[in-house]
């Protein structure tokens, strides 16, 4: 059973609309949760990161925590076209070794002008 | 503040020779993490080093190894290439090891086994 799970999508929204993003994980020693945004031949790129329960904010992106039910969201506000990408979860659990994220298999994210 | 650098960016090989991937950590970080990804399987993690020492390995085979520097600089070695061994190949990097640590990635080597 795949540890971090995703909807692939694609998720179509309108511009200007707010999308939104879950995942859900395996391992209730998870400790770091991060979502990445990536465009097609890019690399990933850091959007959010959130360590504890609840919702943090940055810009248009809100994380969304919740260790109990063992989910993570990203809403983007006001979405715009070039918000269009795959966006990865990722999970670190973090074990006597080291660090180690676990990705989901990525949301395919569609802003439609 | 000068991100992941990782050399080459892309890269052709033939089935059979090995390949040699580097990576420059961002400043003052001490983990350096490998990743490869394809369409099949995704991201997966392949190692991960800090003070040059091996602290994770995830589920590959021994064709794939690497090594870290005193400097934090990181290489991935594959060995005996096979077609299945095209993938984008990702550095990330974190200051050190532990939750609540961010952790970066490079823009990649693109690697194609023909």
């Known amino acids: 059973q795949k540890e971090v799970e995703q909807n692939s999508g694609p998720l179509s929204v309108p511009e200007g609309a707010i999308a939104s993003l879950n995942c859900t994980y395996s391992?209730?020693?998870?400790?770091?949760f991060f979502w990445y945004r990536q465009y097609s031949g890019k690399s990933p790129e850091l959007i959010m990161s959130?360590?504890?329960?609840g919702d943090k904010e940055d810009g248009r992106f809100t994380a969304q925590l919740n260790k109990a039910s063992q989910y993570v969201s990203l809403l983007i506000r006001d979405s715009q076209p070039s918000d269009s990408a795959t966006y990865l979860c990722?999970?670190?659990?973090?074990?006597?070794?080291?660090?180690?994220?676990?990705f989901g298999g990525g949301t395919r994210l569609m802003v439609k002008p | 503040k000068a991100g992941v650098t990782q050399t080459p960016r892309y890269l052709i090989k033939t089935r059979g020779q090995q390949v040699t991937l580097s990576c420059s950590p961002i400043?003052?970080?001490?983990?350096v993490s490998w990743y490869q990804q394809t369409p099949g399987q995704g991201l997966q993690f392949l190692f991960e080093?800090?003070?040059?020492?091996?602290?994770n390995k995830g589920n590959f085979p021994g064709r794939f190894s690497g090594r870290q520097f005193s400097n934090s600089r990181s290489e991935m070695n594959v060995s005996t290439l096979e077609l299945g061994d095209s993938a984008l190949y990702l550095c990330?990097?974190?200051?050190?090891?532990?939750?609540?640590?961010?952790?970066?990635f490079g823009e990649g080597s693109w690697l194609t086994v023909v």
């Open positions: 400043s003052g970080h001490r983990s």
């Open positions: 391992d209730r020693g998870s400790q770091s």
């Open positions: 080093y800090f003070s040059e020492t091996q602290r």
């Open positions: 990330a990097s974190s200051r050190t090891l532990g939750s609540g640590n961010t952790i970066y």
């Open positions: 990722a999970v670190n659990i973090y074990n006597n070794a080291g660090n180690m994220l676990t």
């Open positions: 959130i360590y504890s329960n």
